[in-house]
């Protein structure tokens, strides 16, 4: 289908979006990588007046080391998030994310910030993002605030991104040495996961020093698996261990039903995955 006519424009700066944003507000839609926007204008799911693409904003592109945080503009492509040797060396769950994120088109196009930004619960960063426990910046009419990971996600597509503001970029604490493993279940390749399960662990002696889990599409927003990290902090790196732990990995979770499989289903499976997904964390760290 053929979208709605609307009009376009092309700030050069973060201040010229928000002010154009204040000027039609709820008449206009932010376009960042356009993977997501662009299907849902073009089947009608809905028909803004105003399209603001971000994508002339150099302000919001790049990876910088900010001290005990990388930090990722929110334009910045995927595929320069994946490649990046900061991330990797200190964000390692989000490199391992971003390897099983759709295609290498999308990855070329899509935008770390859109994608986090537009709140899918199976979109793929959404989980590495409560694991790191990332923080959100967000500029508005009344300059930045930050939100942390564990309040940004707020339900099914939604935000802590009020109708006047625009995510600049996204903290992600440095965790270093710390090994990472990401699980994705998927019937066919590159499509959004039944779940997946986003583990880093920082690991002492043989022991679980420190775990956190990330779920995707188990609820209406990203999840932390809390009771799987209570369980496995202080205990060795055991595989009979991590396999008891991990059988928490539903607790609660509100798992859909669909055609890819019921909430049953997915509470079996997340255990599944989310015992390689630890495994792999815990034997990166060198256990």
């Known amino acids: 289908m053929i979208p709605a006519p609307f009009d376009y424009i092309a700030p050069t700066s973060v ?3 928000l002010a154009a944003l204040q000027q039609h507000g709820d008449d206009a839609k932010i376009l960042a990588g356009g993977q997501s926007l662009l299907p849902v204008l073009r089947m009608r799911l ?16 790049g990876v910088r080391d900010d001290g005990d945080a ?11 998030v994946g490649a990046d040797p900061l991330v990797a060396e200190h964000a ?15 990855r070329h196009r899509g935008t770390f910030g859109g994608a986090l930004a537009h709140a899918d619960p199976a979109g793929d960063l959404g989980g590495p993002a409560r694991a790191l426990d990332a923080q959100f910046v967000i500029a508005g009419p009344g300059g930045t605030r930050t939100v942390s990971a564990d309040d940004f996600f707020v339900d ?43 583990a880093t662990a920082r690991v002492q002696d043989g022991t679980i020093a420190d775990i956190a889990i990330g779920l995707a599409n188990m609820g209406s927003t990203p999840l932390r698996a809390r009771g799987v990290e209570e369980a496995l902090r202080g205990q060795r790196a055991d595989e009979d261990v991590i396999r008891a732990a991990c059988a ?10 669909d055609l890819n499989g019921s909430a049953d289903y997915r509470n079996h499976v997340v255990t599944v995955m989310c015992r390689r997904a630890v495994l792999g964390a815990v034997q990166g760290a060198g256990a």
């Open 15 to 17: 201040e010229e979006a």
């Open 46 to 61: 809905n028909a803004p007046e105003m399209i603001i693409d971000l994508g002339r904003i150099d302000a919001l592109r």
């Open 70 to 80: 990388i930090v990722v503009g929110a334009m910045t492509p995927h595929s320069v």
């Open 92 to 106: 390692a769950l989000v490199t391992k994310a971003v390897a099983h994120l759709a295609d290498a088109q999308i």
């Open 156 to 198: 099914l597509f939604e935000t802590a991104i009020s109708d006047d503001e625009i995510l600049t970029e996204v903290r992600l604490p440095k965790h270093t040495g710390w090994g990472a493993h990401h699980e994705k279940m998927v019937r066919v390749a590159h499509q959004w996961p039944i779940c997946a399960v986003a």
């Open 248 to 257: 928490r990995a539903a607790e609660g979770a509100h798992a859909p039903s």
